[in-house]
């Protein structure tokens, strides 16, 4: 179980545009690229890295998450190319 598009922009506050993916992601799941061109209703151009925590059946065991996949925590920073196959993202 992962997080739709809708749903990290959700939990971003942000309107993502389209997605670098690429099979250098080792953690497609928990890493993920996406042009964002929109934050706070203000236009925005730039990439952004998205580092997604989720629940494992282990953190729903011990009492941390009600479910696996589950996003316990969010971050993110700007960058100009994939830190993965080093292509500069247009
Ligand atoms: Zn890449």
């Not at 971003?12 to 250098?24: K, P, W």
Request: net charge negative; charged share 25%; with cysteine.
């Amino acid at each position: 179980m992962s997080l739709t598009k809708s749903e990290l922009e959700q939990e971003s506050g942000s309107c993502l545009a389209e997605q670098h993916v690429c099979e250098n992601n080792e953690l497609p799941e928990h890493l993920q690229v996406f042009r964002v061109s929109e934050v706070n209703g203000e236009p925005q151009a730039h990439w952004e890295i998205f580092s997604l925590w989720l629940a494992t059946t282990e953190d729903v065991m011990v009492g941390e998450a009600e479910e696996q996949g589950e996003l316990l925590n969010l971050s993110s920073i700007k960058i100009a190319f994939c830190p993965f196959c080093g292509d500069k993202l247009p």
